[in-house]
């Protein structure tokens, strides 16, 4: 088979595989909406969203369409958009510093939202307000993180990655302070719930306010797949390719930092899902970041989205979304080192 054929089969196999993620996303998504402590059949669901579209006949009560409507559907709509972004945003780390063990939380951005979130309950502002705060405090961990390398006069990735180690050790003893001063029976319980991640108290208008920045990073990032590719492949090589490394990799960072503090300062910390899933992703489509990343969205919205079902129907009390992820990520991180040591022997 020549190269162009090849080439086709490759695009073709890879376009059955992205259709075939997208039609489990809508199918999990639906199935997500039916499962609860109040369960809804599947053709009701369909109707109700059908409704807000085309002239459907309403047969359901209005118990249903706004448990459908304003419970479930904004939940669901952040399992996928957080799942999404954690997951687009790891792909980019580890292709970008060349490392499948990155994180979206590499620059201590994760570690400065739960210090802004922290002093925001300590404050007593209420939910949007520890939102608010667990978004700057994120953005402000990663401009430290960000400004030490150019203190030093070292711009490497290794030294942006040992910066991060710095900001995260700091951010992580703040966060023990914070901890021993709060109220041990209000204050320290709710912190602890929130660095757990909980999609429970996300509302509408937080997901309003997150849209702007995640839709642009996320347009940003799929416009430079190519450029995340040559990045990938090293310094030397991205220089041949005339690629302006420092700029490239400074608009690449900024954007996937968005995605993950947008995500942190909704939901709190989840873990496994941006080491994970791109992992995941590689294994349906390979390496090649110009089908990876599109793939990671969905299969790491499909993935929350799955968890988060399950944290909410799995017992009566809704369990913490990093307690689900940890459990299913461990193993099957497990399994990936396992297969990759196999290949390599």
């Known amino acids: 088979m020549d190269t162009a054929g090849l080439k086709k089969k490759i695009n073709q196999k890879y376009d059955a595989v992205f259709a075939g993620l997208i039609l489990v996303l809508v199918l999990a998504g639906i199935l997500a909406l039916c499962l609860g402590r109040y369960w809804i059949p599947f053709p009701d669901v369909v109707k109700v969203l059908l409704s807000r579209v085309f002239p459907v006949s309403g047969s359901w009560?209005?118990?249903?369409?706004?448990v459908v409507m304003t419970l479930r559907l904004p939940r669901v709509a952040a399992a996928v958009l957080?799942?999404?972004?954690?997951?687009?945003?790891?792909?980019?780390?580890?292709?970008?510093?060349?490392?499948?063990?990155?994180?979206?939380d590499l620059l201590g951005v994760s570690s400065g939202a739960c210090i802004g979130a922290a002093l925001a309950i300590l404050f007593s502002v209420g939910t949007f307000g520890v939102q608010v705060g667990a978004f700057i405090g994120g953005i402000i961990a990663v401009m430290i993180t960000t400004a030490i390398p150019r203190v030093i006069k070292n711009n490497s990735n290794m030294m942006l990655v040992l910066a991060g180690i710095i900001v995260t050790g700091l951010m992580n003893s703040i966060m023990g302070i914070i901890k021993y001063i709060a109220d041990p029976e209000t204050q320290l319980a709710e912190i602890t719930y929130w660095q757990m991640g909980s999609i429970a108290k996300v509302l509408p208008n937080s997901l309003l306010m997150i849209c702007p920045a995640v839709l642009i990073s996320t347009v940003v990032l799929m416009a430079m797949r190519w450029r995340i590719n040559v990045l990938s492949l090293g310094e030397t090589e991205a220089k041949s390719l005339g690629i302006t490394i420092k700029t490239t990799r400074?608009?690449?960072i900024v954007c996937a930092t968005l995605l993950t503090a947008c995500s942190v300062c909704i939901c709190g910390t989840i873990g496994w899902v941006g080491l994970i899933v791109p992992h995941l992703g590689r294994l349906l489509v390979g390496p090649d970041n110009m089908k990876l990343l599109p793939v990671s969205f969905v299969v790491g919205g499909i993935f929350l989205l799955v968890v988060d079902t399950i944290a909410r129907t799995l017992t009566s009390a809704e369990l913490p979304l990093s307690i689900l992820t940890g459990l299913i990520g461990a193993p099957f991180y497990f399994y990936l080192l396992k297969k990759q040591r196999m290949n390599l022997s």
């Open 250 to 252: 400074m608009i690449v």
């Open 82 to 104: 957080v799942g999404g972004s954690l997951a687009l945003s790891g792909a980019v780390y580890q292709g970008v510093f060349q490392n499948p063990l990155v994180a979206p």
């Open 61 to 66: 009560d209005a118990n249903t369409e706004s």
